[in-house]
T-cell receptor, first 114, second 110 residues
Framework: DSGVTQTPKHLITATGQRVTLRCSPRSGDLSVYWYQQSLDQGLQFLIQ???????AKGNILERFSAQQFPDLHSELNLSSLELGDSALYFC?????????????FGPGTRLTVL | GQNIDQPTEMTATEGAIVQINCTYQTSGFNGLFWYQQHAGEAPTFLSY??LDGLEEKGRFSSFLSRSKGYSYLLLKELQMKDSASYLCAVYPGNNRKLIWGLGTSLAVNP
């Protein structure tokens, strides 16, 4: 158990819908990272927040957005969903703001878009 | 550009030794990570190398050569539970984000 929690574990929805994925980092960790992992692709970095502020951006679509709240939990919002958005979405946390710190991954949310 | 290469798939036999290679070409280097990921599960940290040489941690060792842009993960006394994907990731430094490889899927056969 990494100490990172994600909800929900599974999500099934239809194209065009909007969903919110939630992540709580390990106690004391200030950085939160979001990743997307599809069957045919590796781990794709989406975005990082550090202590409430956006720190780094990766391959995040404009239909996707995220935020980190004062209690440090984070939410990833996915809108106008397409079939291709079906994937495992991981959240990870680390103690510091920099990428040389070990990241602890949550169990993931499996999103299925029908 | 930024690029990390790993073999896509490898197979090995229980009890044997396997070496998983990772080569990288990045604009800057300030450390290399190895993560293990079982199918459908979260990646878990295995090792972090920032200096040249071999770091041993139980059955797993990780090697780095910065001049060659090369690392490998060595797994000894393979067990069936080692069947997983092994991800290489590079931190280029200057507060930039990690660059992830696509992973090497290792199948350990009895």
């Amino acid at each position: 158990d990494s100490g990172v929690t994600q909800t929900p574990k599974h999500l099934i929805t239809a194209t065009g819908q909007r969903v919110t994925l939630r992540c709580s980092p390990r106690s004391g960790d200030l950085s939160v990272y979001w990743y997307q992992q599809s069957l045919d692709q590796g781990l794709q970095f989406l975005i990082q927040y550090y202590n409430g502020e956006e720190r780094a951006k990766g391959n995040i679509l404009e239909r996707f957005s995220a935020q980190q709240f004062p209690d440090l939990h984070s939410e990833l919002n996915l809108s106008s969903l397409e079939l291709g958005d079906s994937a495992l979405y991981f959240c990870a946390s680390s103690a510091q703001r920099y990428s040389y710190n070990e990241q602890f991954f949550g169990p993931g949310t499996r999103l299925t878009v029908l | 550009g930024q690029n990390i290469d790993q073999p896509t798939e490898m197979t090995a036999t229980e009890g044997a030794i396997v070496q998983i290679n990772c080569t990288y070409q990045t604009s800057g280097f300030n450390g290399l990570f190895w993560y293990q990921q079982h199918a459908g599960e979260a990646p878990t940290f295995l090792s972090y190398n920032v200096l040249d040489g071999l770091e041993e941690k139980g059955r797993f060792s990780s090697f780095l050569s910065r001049s060659k842009g090369y690392s490998y993960l060595l797994l000894k006394e393979l067990q069936m539970k080692d069947s997983a994907s092994y991800l290489c990731a590079v931190y280029p430094g200057n507060n930039r984000k990690l660059i992830w490889g696509l992973g090497t899927s290792l199948a350990v056969n009895p």
